[in-house]
């Protein structure tokens, strides 16, 4: 199914920089905004979801056959998330 929407983008708040990170997602515009309007549409991705690439990447690395620090929330309490620089 197709559906034709048009979203105008305020100045200021996308022009280039929506262009750019379409780019370097590796997309064209309108790829870029058929995967973000699909994602929204599908809900929460769930946790092993999020967690597939840093599973992938210490398999491929140096942790492979060692075990990965627990991650539970006794051991996060007191942890400082920082926002992106």
Do not use: H, N, W
Request: with cysteine.
């Amino acid at each position: 199914m197709s559906v034709i929407v048009t979203v105008p983008i305020p100045d200021g708040s996308g022009g280039p920089a929506f262009e750019q990170k379409a780019c370097t997602a590796g997309m064209d515009r309108d790829q870029y905004v058929r995967v973000i309007v699909i994602r929204d549409l599908e809900g929460p991705r769930p946790l092993d979801y999020i967690l597939r690439s840093f599973r992938d990447e210490a398999t491929a690395s140096q942790m492979a056959g060692r075990r990965a620090p627990e991650l539970s929330p006794g051991r996060l309490r007191g942890l400082q998330i920082l926002p992106p620089a």
